[in-house]
């Protein structure tokens, strides 16, 4: 027995020529979502934002006052600054390579570490210029130092040859970089002209000495192919901008900045802007040395901790006993904020930064924002009352849903109220079980011979439901397909909407494959979204794809979804020479359960589109369900008429 147990297993050998010592750059080509999180189109973008960030950084210590972002027709980027300039000079560690050199190919190289070049900056762990370089097919970077040029190229993470000096230069100095990223490692995806701008002005926003100015040779339509940022109103602007017209309960926002060094003796500084209103659900943005943190972090705490201690010592200043009850939940509910700290040597969570972890944040920015909101709130009562009020009535009404929910749980053995039409499922549990909203009785009975009547359920609705963008509320109660549809998720809507309440796992919009069936999925969508939006958040609404038509030649049968695949089939065949009879279904009705369940509602061989939320920017998708659904048809006409020609050259 001994001698089996050491006998080989297998042909594998594990030995010392199994351990692998890959070169630096090497090791980012192979593991690149250690240090820019994946290769998606997210990653991509990533990269501009790891050189943007060092050209910030030059600014924010007052080396540079202009950046320039170009994105060029090739999707090459260019990133240029008028700050010093990266150091040209042979590094005293590195014999024979230049520190540009090193800041380029050497991982964890930079001068961000001990603080002397830089007192608070972006880029802190040395990897953002060779990671770049790393995952870019071609990379160059130009000095402009001491009235020469220098000039260093390079590919995927090597030099091309030794740095170049070009020449003298007049009225110039800093640093450009230009690279292409590499699509052995990115594929197919490209760099996005809004996205890419977005950033931009963002970064614009967030430290008000700077201009950035951008530039693009690609075109989208909606993008302006060259811009200049400058604002010196700082957060203040960019929370305005983006909440543009909706009504407010502060006629203007509470913001400031605070200096750490003044006020604590730490190297540093806070900014913030926010703002309550109705017309949007809340948000918060928050960044770290212009560095993004969208998962927030120590300084977002802080700043919801200043926040809720000050709007409760108001309400006890005020004799509002209720207000004690407010909690940061009621904050974030049409709270509408951002928050940028500057601080020396923070530390986040892994490479990409999107968690501030610096622990002290938490301390500074709270006592910083703290005693201006105090003397605001005492300032602008008007504005603190109304504010007041409605987070009042927000934790009115969460204590409310809880009080509910507790009761629920007291009376659960009393009979669940269901609509008639409902065909429930016999699943005791949510996982696993679906909901399909259905068009028209006719679907429905088609539907109920082709569901799983363990998991699946049925909801037809009669004709296209109400508009609800716009309606009154009361109109909205009194509608029967809605108080139907409310009733069979058994989650309310609106503010009294719960996920925790929702009935079925998957929620399918199941429409015929036609025009009519078009509009009322996009009618179901605006209801979804105006009134139940976490249940879209939480990527459990789904749309049906049943088919067009049916195609049928001797033996064999093939659904097709629409008439371009219909003629794509009728040209090529489908393995015969009999004639190919074809069936366009009217609607799902004419579909026997046999067809449905196949084409539409069996798991295994369906097809289902989930319906997810996109917003490079708060309140993007609202803005767009207000221009296509709302009360205003000249907002739909201007937009189709800024969308046609993409359907033109779709039809291509």
């Not at 990269?47 to 924010?60: C, G, I, R, W, Y």
């Not at 003298?168 to 809004?194: L, M, S």
């Not at 989208?220 to 960019?238: I, K, M, R």
């Not at 909440?243 to 006629?251: F, M, P, R, S």
Request: charged content about 25%.
């Amino acid at each position: 027995m001994a001698e089996d147990l050491l006998s080989e297993t297998g042909p594998e050998v594990y030995d010392a020529s199994s351990i692998e010592a890959l070169e630096e750059m090497e090791a980012v080509r192979k593991r690149p979502g250690m240090y820019i999180g994946g290769t998606d189109e997210r990653a991509l973008h990533h990269l501009v934002a790891e050189v943007l960030d060092n050209s910030m950084d030059e600014a924010v210590a007052g080396h540079a006052t202009r950046i320039e972002v170009e994105l060029h027709a090739d999707y090459s980027v260019t990133v240029r600054d008028n700050g010093r300039g990266i150091p040209v000079g042979m590094h005293p560690r590195f014999p024979n390579k230049s520190a540009l050199e090193v800041v380029f190919c050497k991982l964890h190289a930079g001068g961000k570490f001990s603080g002397k070049a830089y007192q608070t900056s972006g880029g802190l762990h040395g990897v953002g210029a060779s990671v770049v370089n790393a995952l870019s097919d071609s990379l160059t970077v130009q000095v402009a130092i001491n009235k020469e040029l220098y000039e260093l190229r390079l590919s995927r993470g090597i030099p091309l040859g030794p740095l170049q000096k070009l020449g003298p230069v007049q009225n110039r100095r800093g640093t450009t970089v230009i690279f292409h990223p590499d699509e052995e490692i990115f594929g197919h995806h490209r760099f996005k002209p809004a996205r890419m701008m977005k950033m931009v002005r963002s970064k614009a926003y967030l430290f008000s000495g700077v201009e950035i100015r951008w530039k693009t040779a690609i075109s989208d339509g909606e993008t302006p192919a060259d811009a200049v940022f400058h604002f010196p109103g700082g957060l203040s602007d960019y929370l305005n901008e983006t909440l543009g017209k909706a009504t407010t309960y502060a006629d203007k926002p509470f913001a400031g900045t605070v200096d750490f060094t003044e006020k604590y003796g730490v190297l540093g500084k806070v900014e913030w802007a926010i703002n309550w209103t109705p017309a949007l659900d809340g948000f918060i943005q928050s960044y770290c040395n212009t560095v993004p943190t969208p998962e927030g972090g120590t300084h977002e705490a802080g700043f919801w901790a200043a926040i809720l201690k000050g709007v409760r010592a108001y309400g006890e200043l005020v004799k509002n006993r209720k207000a004690s009850e407010i909690t940061r939940e009621d904050l974030l509910t049409g709270g509408c904020a951002l928050v940028s700290c500057f601080i020396r040597e923070p530390e986040f969570v892994g490479q990409t930064k999107d968690r501030l972890a610096t622990a002290d944040a938490a301390r500074l920015v709270e006592g910083a924002v703290r005693d201006h909101f105090d003397n605001w709130l005492v300032a602008n009562t008007k504005s603190a009352g109304a504010i007041l009020d409605f987070l009042v009535l927000r934790a009115e009404e969460r204590l409310r849903r809880k009080q509910e929910k507790e009761t629920q749980r007291k009376t659960a053995t009393k009979k669940l109220r269901l609509p008639g039409k409902l065909t429930d499922c016999s699943s005791k549990t949510r996982e696993g079980t679906e909901l399909f909203i259905v068009e028209g009785d006719s679907a429905g009975g088609s539907a109920k011979g082709a569901r799983d009547r363990e998991t699946q359920a049925l909801l037809p609705l009669k004709g296209k439901i109400l508009n609800v963008l716009g309606a009154a509320s009361n109109k909205l109660g009194q509608n029967q397909e809605i108080s139907d549809l409310c009733e069979a998720l058994g989650c309310g809507m609106g503010t009294r909407f719960s996920i925790d309440d929702l009935r079925y796992e998957k929620i399918i919009i199941m429409t015929d494959a036609d025009v009519d069936g078009a509009h009322i999925a996009s009618l179901l969508m605006t209801f979804f979204f105006t009134q139940m939006r976490p249940l879209i958040d939480g990527g459990h609404l789904y749309l049906a794809c049943p088919p067009l038509y049916r195609l049928t030649q001797g033996p064999r049968r093939m659904y097709v979804a629409d008439d371009a695949e219909k003629e794509k089939w009728l040209a090529k065949g489908l393995g015969g020479n009999a004639k190919i009879d074809v069936q366009r279904f009217k609607g799902l009705g004419e579909m026997d359960a046999k067809d449905l369940k196949d084409t539409t509602m069996n798991p295994e061989t369906r097809k289902l589109i989930r319906v997810s939320l996109h917003d490079d920017e708060p309140g993007e998708t609202a803005d767009l369900v207000e221009r296509l659904m709302g009360k205003k048809p000249e907002l739909r006409y201007q937009y189709i008429q800024e969308n046609a020609r993409f359907v033109e050259e779709l039809d291509v």
